[in-house]
Nanobody, 126 residues
Framework: QVQVVESGGGLVQHGGSLTLSCVTS????????IGWFRQAPGKEREFVAA????????NYADSVKGRFTISRDNAKNLVWLQMNSLKPEDTARYFC???????????????????WGQGTQVTVSS
């Protein structure tokens, strides 16, 4: 069965760092574009970062560009998101998503992703 499992969330002070991991199974990871999204209470889920199937192309939301890095190792069925210089506004539940096909221009659209994890909570204190 398909599984997408995030881990690594927690409580961190502003300016700190966290690495979120996304372990997948039940599908061929290298056929899939991967995205990270986040949702804070009372807010809509928003795009954070995406990575192409071969890991060559990476795209980020303006709010995290320069602070977050998305990476993947298809042989290990693993994707991760390195988050540095964290801010209170980064507080949210973070979701890993996989969508078949190329990165293209639809990477910010939730509907293009087929599989979603349950998310992991990141809380950044002020």
């Amino acid at each position: 069965q398909v599984q997408v499992v995030e881990s690594g969330g927690g409580l961190v002070q502003h300016g700190g760092s966290l690495t979120l991991s996304c372990v997948t199974s039940g599908f061929t990871l290298d056929y899939h574009t991967i995205g990270w999204f986040r949702q804070a209470p009372g807010k809509e889920r928003e795009f954070v970062a995406a990575i192409s199937r071969n890991g060559v192309v990476r795209n980020y939301a303006d709010s995290v560009k320069g602070r977050f890095t998305i990476s993947r190792d298809n042989a290990k069925n693993l994707v991760w998101l390195q988050m540095n210089s964290l801010k209170p506004e980064d507080t949210a539940r973070y979701f890993c998503a996989a969508g078949s096909g190329a990165l293209g221009t639809t990477y910010m659209m939730q509907a293009r992703y087929d599989y979603w994890g349950q998310g992991t909570q990141v809380t950044v204190s002020s």
